[in-house]
């Protein structure tokens, strides 16, 4: 009888809970939600609460909460979260000093207890976060990957079918480069049922809805006191569900650069197709001038970071 899938999540806060009861409702596998000590009881209460919406609403998952990396064991799929959150007046850089010691700790943590599973992080800075995940836990990076571009893609679909007043299914958009303020939505690669956007918004209305995108955490930030949690999961769980399922989608993610779009070394925002194999194929796309000096902003600024990162 074959076993369920196992999908462990590293840190049980806003956005750990959310995937943990999405990836149950979805029952796409068993759950654990692994915190530090402390918050052991966090997890241990919002696996519990999972369980019992099981029971309610008829889905079949088990869902376990500890701070033991043993129980990560033999997972398929890795989603990393730990780490602190932004808050107002916070650049996800900001973040770096503090969150890197955590995605460290966790890193060979994964390493030693999960060395073959699909590891996506989500974590802040991510291309910063992502990039020092591979390099501690040294796997390859078909299976280290970082959720961004689904999320930053969302926003952007979401913003312009508001704008233009269509449905958003019928917005189809991209969103390449670091997840950051020098993100690189791609208006030649963005259409509304087929049609290029630049026909059917004037150049004002874009540019806003390019800029709000950009800012679209800190928006969020700021109403709410802290990060996004629902998108950034529901992006993480596209993600996991396309390996877990071998669908082959074509899905926007930080991913490890060997060549492609001219960079090596480094992880930013691509469409990458995922199946059964983790990263599968990068998929390089022809790019306007504007939007090939907006990308090279972008990837100056990932390395800032990085180059940052190593003398922490």
Known sequence: MPKRKKISLIGAGNIGGELA??????ELGDVVLLDIPDKAGVAKGKALDIM???????????????????????????????????????SRDDLLSINLKII????????????????IVISNPLDA?????????????????????ALDSA???????????VSVKDVNALVLGGHGDTMVPCLSYTTIKGTPVTQLLPKDKLDAMVQ?????????VQLMGTSAYYAPASGAISMAES??????????????????????????????????EGL????EIQLSAEEKQMLEASAKAVRELIEASAKL
């Open 280 to 283: 599968e194929k990068v998929i």
């Open 52 to 90: 019992q919406t099981c029971a309610l609403e008829g889905f079949d998952a088990n869902v376990v909460g500890t701070s033991d990396y043993a129980d990560t064991a033999n997972s398929d799929v890795v989603i990393v979260t730990a780490g602190v959150p932004r808050k107002p007046g916070m």
């Open 212 to 220: 709000r995108t950009r800012a679209g955490g800190g928006e969020i």
């Open 104 to 119: 460290r700790a966790v890193g060979e943590n994964l390493k030693k207890h999960a060395p073959n599973a699909l590891v």
């Open 155 to 165: 926003r952007f679909q979401c913003f312009l079918a508001e704008a233009a007043g």
């Open 243 to 276: 390996y877990l399922k071998a669908q082959r989608r074509v899905i926007a993610c930080a991913a490890f650069l060997e060549g492609e779009y001219g960079y090596k070394d480094i992880y930013m925002g691509v469409p990458v197709v995922i199946g059964a």
């Open 21 to 26: 009861a999405e990836i149950a409702r979805r």
């Open 129 to 149: 976060m992502v990039y020092e995940m591979k390099k501690v836990t040294g796997f390859s990076r078909t299976r280290v990957l970082g959720m961004a571009g």
